[in-house]
Structures are given as structure tokens and as C-alpha cells.
């Protein structure tokens, strides 16, 4: 698939580095040119998707600035946003208001003013009001709310990396340059657990549904811990002999669940090369049991550098990019590829976001199996879809079969005069 395989949805006017969805319709993004004084802004923008004269667009309906730090990276407990700023994790509340006006009845005027006004709020990249449907127009008002900052890195360079929720959305852990890991009790933000998870950065981490923390560091090292104690560690390359020790390292972890299976859970990995080589090697998608974390399979995903990982909602796909500006997308169960776009970005995808499978969004994007949201340095914010497989039904299928079966029977009595 081409470059124009991919919808663009938003441009934003810096870097983006992070993107989540809170809720389906909403999408949060944030990036920025951060403390370099070049005239690149910082923020976290809040966009509506939503389709505007058949075509599928992300409207701008807040911009929150923050100032001097770049949003780096970012977690979603319902309305609260975890965002990372350099050494520093903000925990955000934004309420979403909506007031409703008078039906209207001229539905033509109504999309044209609705066309014009996302034109104008694209190129003025303010708070937007936008046109509703064609019965009714509703002005959405987005506010943001400072609840807590905690210092999550205490290096020299410090930086946060990553930061997630659990699932029950009762513990926030950060991880950073330095190594180390921070749980903390949300949302007190409280500080729980402080420890050394690895020898270098921490690259990511994830949280299962019983408050295991899997992480990865540039260390080699895929560690699962429990509170903060040493589960495992995790080898993926055991049965891969060619595969020396230092070759590859983790970079990216995520859980997910198993589609009609809810005592099941998958953790997956991802390995990249650890040193360029003049011939690039293929980097690897591994899958593992959630709960015993045993290895359960590992394919190849490409030359491509990975950058960047996300799982849907239900378990079904795993979406990767990479650092050229490519966007993939597998099958969960076989880690099958069933969509790449080469280089759609041009430049290193920074974060992946499915939109959530559920009837609010079918209705913008249409039937599809799966929405992706991908957002790169070049700033900007893409839609990768993958359309819905088409299903013969069951009466053509028997009926192929029945002429099947006939057709065979009279080729052999042909063939064969004194056989049937």
C-alpha cells in the first residue's frame, strides 16, 4: 500500500510525540518544540473526529499549552490525562460541556457553514465551536484542570519515558532515564514504590489486570515485577541459537486480552537490533502468555526499526511504526500482517492509539476491523483502516458445495459408465 493509504487527519503546528483516546469521537495528542527557543509552541490538544462532507477529519476543539516542557508521553484513566514533561508527570482533569441550540431546518446552509468554520478553526488552530448534524448545531468547550505534579526522574538528564495506568485505574507507574521505576496510589499520587527496574533507561512498561509490571530497558532486559519485587525475567530468543546475547534489545511491551477467552491475557514484545548493521537485520514481534509468561510465538516484523506498539482494545490487532514513518498492523492470534503503509510519516512514528471498537466509531470511519491512530515529528496525526473481510453466507457456501458434489458425481459417471 501507498503513502496515500493513510487519512490525514490533523496537523498540529509542532512535533507530536503522544496520542490517546479517551472515549470514541475524542483524541487527545500533545507534543511540542520544548524549552529551545525557536518559536515552537508546547501543548496538549484535544481534537473531535467526525466526518465533514463525507471525508473523515479531526477537528481542533482545545488547546492546552504547557509552556516551556513538551508533552512526551501520555496515559488516559477516563477524564485524566498522566502526561510526562521532562523529569515531571502532570495529572490533568478535562471536562467536556456541551450546549445545545435550536433545531435547524436548512440541513444545506447548516454543512456549508459546518465546512467553513473546520477550515477556519484548521488554520487559526484555536478552541473551536463546531456545526452539529443536520437537525441540530452543538458548541463543545473543552476545560483543563491542574490536579497534581510529581518528579519522576532524578538522573542527571533526567526524563520521563513512559507511564501507564492499570486497569482498575487505582495506580500510576512511571518509568525514566534513570532506570528506575515509580508506582504511585491514584489518585492521592501517593508515592507506593521506588525502585532500580533496570541498569539503563527504561524504554517501556505495562500494567496487567493484577498489577504486574512488565518493563523494558536498553539494559536487554524484559523484567516482570510484582509490587517491587523481581518476578521474571523474560528470554525471547532461548530457542534461537543464531541470536547472540547483546544482538537485539526490548523496546516496546504491551498486554492484551484474547477475544472470546476472558480468563486468557497476552503480553506481547517487541525486539529491535541493538547496533546498525550494513545489512539491516529484521527486528521481531513476540507473544507471550499473560499469566504464565511463557513464550507462545515469535515472527519476524520487517527491517524497519520498531518505535512504537499498540493493542487494541479487544486483543485482536497489535499495531506497530517504525522509525522510517512506517505503520503496520498484525493479527493478534498469528501475528499475521495484514496492512503496511511504507514510510506514511517520512520520519520516526512516536506513539499508536486504536480507536475503540464500538458503534460511535464505526459510524465515522465505517465497517472496519480496525482504526489506527498514528503521529510522528512531522506533525502529523494519521488514520490507518482496515476494511471489513467480506463474508459469503452460509446458504452460497452450502450450495457451492451441493453443485460441487453434483458436478463430481456426473464427471465420474462420464469417466466411468459402470461405476455409479
Not at 222 to 231: P, T
Request: hydrophobic residues 40%.
Amino acid at each position: 500500500m501507498g503513502r496515500r493509504g493513510a487519512a490525514e487527519l490533523y496537523r498540529a503546528p509542532f512535533p507530536l510525540y503522544t496520542v490517546s483516546v479517551p472515549r470514541a469521537g475524542l483524541v487527545v495528542t500533545a507534543g511540542g518544540g520544548g524549552a529551545s527557543k525557536t518559536g515552537i509552541s508546547n501543548g496538549v490538544h484535544f481534537l473531535r473526529l467526525e466526518r465533514v462532507a463525507g471525508s473523515l477529519s479531526a477537528t481542533l476543539i482545545h488547546c492546552h499549552d504547557t509552556e516551556t516542557r513538551a508533552p512526551m508521553n501520555m496515559a488516559v484513566a477516563g477524564n485524566v490525562l498522566a502526561v510526562g514533561q521532562d523529569a515531571t508527570c502532570h495529572i490533568l482533569r478535562f471536562h467536556e460541556e456541551k450546549e445545545k441550540t435550536a433545531p435547524n431546518k436548512n440541513s444545506k446552509k447548516d454543512d456549508t457553514v459546518k465546512k467553513a468554520e473546520t477550515k477556519k478553526r484548521r488554520q487559526a488552530n484555536k478552541t473551536a465551536c463546531n456545526a452539529g448534524g443536520d437537525t441540530r448545531k452543538e458548541t463543545s468547550e473543552i476545560t483543563v484542570e491542574a490536579l497534581h505534579v510529581v518528579h519522576t526522574d532524578l538522573s542527571t538528564d533526567a526524563l520521563q519515558k513512559c507511564v501507564r495506568f492499570n486497569q482498575a485505574h487505582s495506580i500510576l507507574a512511571t518509568g525514566g532515564v534513570d532506570g528506575y521505576i515509580r508506582v504511585w496510589e491514584f489518585p492521592s499520587m501517593k508515592k507506593r514504590f521506588d525502585f532500580q527496574a533496570h541498569e539503563a533507561e527504561v524504554e517501556d512498561l505495562d500494567i496487567s489486570p493484577d498489577n504486574k509490571i512488565v518493563t523494558v530497558g536498553r539494559d536487554f532486559k524484559c523484567c516482570v515485577w510484582k509490587n517491587d519485587q523481581l518476578v521474571t525475567g523474560l528470554c525471547w530468543n532461548e530457542n534461537m541459537p543464531h541470536i547472540t546475547e547483546k544482538m537485539y534489545r526490548y523496546q516496546a511491551c504491551r498486554f492484551g486480552k484474547v477475544e472470546d477467552n476472558k480468563e486468557a491475557l497476552r503480553l506481547y514484545t517487541v525486539q529491535i537490533p541493538h547496533k546498525r548493521e550494513r545489512k539491516p537485520l529484521q527486528c521481531y514481534i513476540s507473544k507471550w502468555d499473560g499469566n504464565n509468561f511463557l513464550p507462545l510465538l515469535t515472527r519476524e516484523c520487517g527491517s524497519e526499526v520498531i518505535s512504537a506498539m499498540s493493542v487494541s482494545e479487544l486483543g485482536t490487532f497489535v499495531g506497530l511504526g517504525t522509525v522510517t514513518g512506517s505503520v503496520a498492523i498484525y493479527i493478534a492470534f498469528s501475528l499475521q500482517q495484514v496492512y503496511y503503509v511504507k514510510e506514511t510519516h517520512g520520519i520516526v512514528v512516536t506513539d499508536l492509539a486504536f480507536l475503540p471498537d464500538v458503534r460511535q466509531t464505526r459510524e465515522v470511519t465505517g465497517e472496519t476491523e480496525a482504526a489506527l491512530l498514528s503521529v510522528a515529528v512531522d506533525s502529523r496525526c494519521k488514520l490507518h483502516l482496515v476494511p471489513s473481510r467480506q463474508m459469503f453466507p452460509v446458504w452460497v457456501v452450502l450450495l457451492l458445495c451441493g453443485l460441487i458434489i453434483v458436478m463430481t458425481i456426473l464427471l465420474l459417471q462420464h469417466l466411468f459408465p459402470g461405476l455409479l
